[in-house]
């Protein structure tokens, strides 16, 4: 087996751990799950099919929505995810990320011809070594949802503002960060 097939097979095997059943699996499994509705600016929290939580009026990437984000071009990406780690420090109050970008947006970015096979491939090792694909290649990272720390509530309130993250009120970030954990699915549509 190539090195190459021997990356993505043990990529696949560490997404397939994650991840068995995909982040829409949880709504039958009983497990709290988050979803995005980038149409009506809404996030919710769900444990199973029964709705914890609704969180309204999130700002999105000053760029849009697009199955793909590519760095800087401060679009919010669309897929299935899950929460990966916490910054409570953050300058946006409190930064929750997640695993953007996944194999599947790598793959579709190869197949799209946005990346080069050598970046592909690159981008399978650090995920491979690191457990997590490149936050700096070229389809960016460092997407989550996150406050307004000491920014404009207005400005939050009237536009999409943020660089590819999901943005909600300090308020509302402390209360998704109290419900949700390392592994939470994410399902931004």
Not at 11 to 38: F, K, Q
Not at 129 to 137: A, I, L, M, T
Request: charged letters at 20%; glycine letters at 12%; aromatic letters at 8%.
């Amino acid at each position: 087996m190539s090195r190459l097939a021997t990356a993505l097979f043990a990529i696949l095997c560490v997404g397939l751990l994650l991840n068995p059943r995909g982040a829409h699996a949880s709504s039958d499994t009983g497990e709290v799950w988050v979803h995005v509705d980038t149409e009506s600016a809404v996030t919710e929290v769900w444990r199973g099919e029964q709705r914890l939580m609704r969180l309204d009026d999130v700002a999105f990437g000053r760029g849009g929505i697009s199955d793909l984000h590519f760095r800087g071009d401060h679009t919010t990406p669309t897929g299935e995810f899950r929460i990966t780690r916490f910054n409570r420090e953050s300058r946006f109050h409190i930064f929750i990320g997640i695993n953007y970008p996944t194999l599947a947006h790598l793959d579709e970015a190869r197949r799209r011809g946005a990346m080069t096979e050598a970046e592909y491939t690159n981008a399978l090792r650090h995920g491979l070594e690191h457990g997590e694909f490149p936050q700096d290649g070229t389809l960016g990272g460092y997407i989550g949802f996150h406050g307004i720390g000491k920014g404009n509530p207005a400005i939050h309130r009237d536009f999409h503002w943020t660089q590819g993250c999901i943005a909600l009120t300090n308020e509302q970030i402390e209360t998704l960060h109290s419900v949700v954990t390392i592994g939470t699915p994410v399902v931004i549509e």
